[in-house]
């Protein structure tokens, strides 16, 4: 396998929201919480290669993340 070229602490991607004050701001989510969320799924509910996802969510909306990629994670 290729050797690892990023850190857990890293940036995935950053969402932008306005949170409660009305001002758009920019978070950044860390490649260490997108592998949780995606291994959390994967393992309880579960998926598999059999599973079907229909997308529902924009992708500007944060849970895009897990109905796009988490797909891809199981084969």
Do not use: C, W
């Amino acid at each position: 396998p290729p050797a690892p070229v990023g850190i857990a602490e890293d940036v995935a991607y950053v969402i932008y929201t306005s949170g409660s004050t009305g001002q758009p701001k920019g978070v950044r989510v860390p490649h260490r919480t997108v592998v949780n969320l995606l291994e959390s799924v994967r393992r309880e509910p579960g998926m598999n290669a059999r599973n079907v996802v229909l997308s529902v969510t924009t992708l500007s909306f944060d849970i895009a993340v897990s109905e796009v990629v988490l797909p891809l994670t199981v084969g």
